[in-house]
């Protein structure tokens, strides 16, 4: 599992290095009080998705990806992830330090996901919390407005979400940890023992998604033909490893 790390943080060029201006138990705890509101807000509107079979989907996804994640990062291998269902989020899955991970229902539905393209996605987001992304977000308010404006990590998460300018000049870094989520979401899943193939299915979903949507808001994410090239890539490095070490 070392050799398989080294392959991805050259891939990923940098991620889990990621550093935030405020103390990491600070900006991590910012974040996680703003999961909790979704999921407070998701109880008050009935919004949690109660379908059991769905549930258990998504549960027994998510066990898989967190063990995978504790072989890949030693950091997390006391860790307890939740993947919660929540009907028209808003946004396909997000996720928070505290291994929180947030999915719309909907969008489960409406692609018709099998259980590798769930795991892939939950893979990808569980990266996201790897690398600190998050994290780097209230770095970015810090430099762009200066700590004595935003001395916390709090008001610096409360800023970024109040205007859509600081998404927007915040989105070519942003664009940049995506293609970081999806290289090392990629060895994520592939220690779960999924399977790749029912799994890289999943940008072709997206790719028709693109298509219908043409003409919308620009998105932090590469194409979806893109992101499966960069994923398929991850995948054959990966598993040339035994062979690798066979010679």
Known sequence: ????????????????????????????AAWRGLAASYVRKALRDQTL????????????A???????????DPRFAQSTWKALLIEDFGRG?????????????????????????????LSHE??????????????FMAEQLGKEKVPTARTALLEFLARDSYAAAFQPKERLQEREADALGAAIFLATGYDTQRALALFDKLARLETREEGGAADSHDAASARKRTVSRVFEELQKLPARRGK
Not at 1 to 28: F, N
Not at 93 to 99: D, L, W
């Open 126 to 139: 569980a990266a996201h919390v790897l690398a600190g992304h998050a994290l780097a977000k209230l770095s």
């Open 93 to 121: 899955a997000a996720a928070f330090p505290g291994e929180i991970i947030l999915i719309d229902a909907k969008f489960v539905r409406a692609l018709q996901l099998n259980d590798d393209e769930l795991a892939l996605i």
């Open 62 to 72: 998510m066990a898989a990806v967190a063990v995978a994640v504790a072989a890949i």
């Open 49 to 60: 998705d109660r379908d059991p079979v769905l549930n258990a989907r998504v549960d027994a």
């Open 1 to 28: 599992m070392k050799a398989c790390l080294a392959v991805v943080l050259s891939l990923v060029s940098g991620a889990c290095l990621a550093q935030t201006a405020y103390p990491e138990t600070e900006a991590a």
